[in-house]
């Protein structure tokens, strides 16, 4: 959980700073909470941070992990099964 007296703002202090905000997000890999009156309403995160967190959850929850298999299928990431089993056979010294 971020410390939200270090790592918050308000969204109009972010509008005057979004640049140097996006770099200290960048550069210290700390999600930032962003506030409308004092009260958290956004979370801004490195986009690096954010896949890792999407990956931690994948690999916690099954339904995400396939929610994430099928967004890659449509991209066209990912081999054939076919593909992959021949080159770990090769690789491991398995034989059919």
Do not use: C, W
């Amino acid at each position: 959980m971020p410390d939200t007296t270090i790592d918050s703002q308000s969204v109009a202090s972010f509008r005057r700073r979004s640049g140097g905000v996006l770099k200290q997000i960048g550069k210290t890999k700390r999600p930032l909470t962003l506030t409308v009156r004092g009260k958290a309403t956004a979370v801004m995160q490195d986009a690096e941070a954010y896949q890792h967190l999407l990956d931690t959850a994948a690999a916690a929850n099954a339904e995400e992990g396939n929610r994430q298999g099928l967004e890659d299928a449509k991209r066209g990431k990912g081999r054939p099964a076919k593909e992959f089993f021949a080159e770990f056979e090769a690789a491991n010294g398995i034989s059919r």
